[in-house]
């Protein structure tokens, strides 16, 4: 048991990473506060990991809403009495869309859901971690906020951000014991496309974006991420801080 009674906090727990986070950290021993926005598929899978005989709670939550995120990280300490880990996961695409191109709308939907919200949830579990002298936060960043052209412009700046907000707060309260990381995943088979807006394959950004993907080794599973953050997660991780776990399959050794 790698995360024995640790209480998980893990956003966007409905699908994909998400989902093979919380069943795999409830494997592990956690007790996991499940969020997301889809309500029935989130249900799917707390009641997957109860019927394992894991620990775990549903949280209606959008990372979007200040209130949501508040709510979120209440509950964890509500029903298990603290907060030891948060996975700041969710996040959406923005359908590759170049920046002479991207409207308002779709830049601060984008930034609220892959950057604000993260910043929220951090914030509010900050003081409870500071209390306890110990907490681990782990970012979903991807690829894209390492590298220029992997998806559209929103996309890319908020994840870039993601990955500048990780290594601040992991220098900035390291002295409490807390460390934070991120895992830049590469291509991974999850529901992200699906709910991408709908890709023009002729446009200038979905063209540029794909200009290294016949570089590409090979896609993951989400359960290859899980492992990742099961990693970052654990007590095995204790020197790693402010680090940007690439998983990619080599796609950026390249
Ligand atoms: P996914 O679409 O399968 O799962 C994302 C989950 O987040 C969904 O259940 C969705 O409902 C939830 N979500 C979306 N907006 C939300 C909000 N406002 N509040 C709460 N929940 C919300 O996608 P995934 O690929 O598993 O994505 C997980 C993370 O991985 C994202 O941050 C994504 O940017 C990142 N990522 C994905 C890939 C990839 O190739 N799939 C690569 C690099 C990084």
């Given at each position: 048991?790698?995360?024995?009674?640790?209480?998980?906090?893990?956003?966007?727990?409905?699908?994909?990473?998400?989902?093979a986070?919380?069943?795999?950290f409830?494997?592990?021993?956690?007790?996991?506060?499940a969020?997301?926005?889809?309500?029935?598929?989130?249900?799917?899978?707390?009641?997957?990991?109860?019927?394992?005989?894991?620990?775990?709670?549903?949280?209606?939550?959008?990372?979007?809403?200040?209130?949501?995120?508040?709510r979120?990280?209440?509950?964890?300490?509500?029903?298990?009495?603290?907060?030891?880990?948060?996975?700041?996961?969710?996040?959406?695409?923005?359908?590759?869309?170049?920046?002479?191109?991207?409207s308002?709308?779709?830049?601060?939907?984008?930034?609220?859901?892959?950057?604000?919200?993260?910043?929220?949830?951090?914030?509010?579990?900050?003081?409870?971690?500071?209390?306890?002298?110990?907490?681990?936060?782990?970012?979903?960043?991807?690829?894209?906020?390492?590298?220029?052209?992997?998806?559209?412009?929103?996309?890319t700046?908020?994840?870039?951000?993601?990955?500048?907000?990780?290594?601040?707060v992991?220098?900035?309260?390291?002295?409490?014991?807390?460390?934070?990381?991120?895992?830049?995943?590469?291509g991974?088979?999850?529901?992200?496309?699906?709910?991408?807006p709908?890709?023009?394959?002729?446009?200038?950004?979905?063209?540029?974006?794909?200009?290294?993907?016949?570089l590409?080794?090979?896609?993951?599973?989400?359960?290859?991420?899980?492992?990742?953050?099961?990693?970052?997660?654990?007590?095995?991780?204790?020197?790693?801080?402010?680090?940007?776990?690439?998983?990619?399959?080599?796609?950026?050794a390249?």
């Open positions: 048991m790698r995360l024995g009674d640790r209480v998980a906090v893990i956003t966007g727990a409905a699908s994909g990473m998400g989902r986070m919380a069943v795999r409830a494997e592990e021993g956690a007790r996991v506060v969020a997301d926005v889809v309500e029935d598929k989130l249900q799917d899978v707390v009641q997957a990991i109860q019927a394992d005989g894991g620990r775990a709670v549903a949280v209606v939550a959008d990372v979007a809403v200040r209130a949501d995120v508040e979120m990280i209440d509950v964890a300490v509500e029903a298990f009495g603290t907060l030891d880990i948060l996975v700041n996961n969710a996040g959406i695409m923005d359908g590759m869309v170049p920046a002479h191109e991207v308002d709308e779709l830049w601060d939907r984008v930034l609220a859901v892959n950057v604000t919200g993260p910043m929220r949830a951090i914030r509010k579990a900050l003081p409870i971690m500071m209390q306890q002298g110990r907490g681990v936060i782990v970012n979903t960043a991807s690829v894209g906020g390492l590298f220029g052209s992997r998806a559209g412009a929103a996309y700046a908020s994840k870039h951000a993601l990955v500048g907000l990780t290594k601040n992991a220098y900035q309260y390291a002295r409490f014991g807390i460390r934070c990381n991120a895992i830049a995943p590469g991974v088979e999850t529901n992200i496309m699906g709910a991408n709908r890709l023009d394959p002729a446009s200038l950004g979905v063209q540029a974006a794909m200009a290294g993907m016949g590409n080794p090979r896609t993951g599973k989400p359960e290859e991420i899980a492992a990742v953050a099961v990693f970052l997660a654990s007590d095995e991780a204790s020197f790693v801080n402010g680090a940007i776990l690439v998983a990619d399959a080599g796609w950026t390249y």
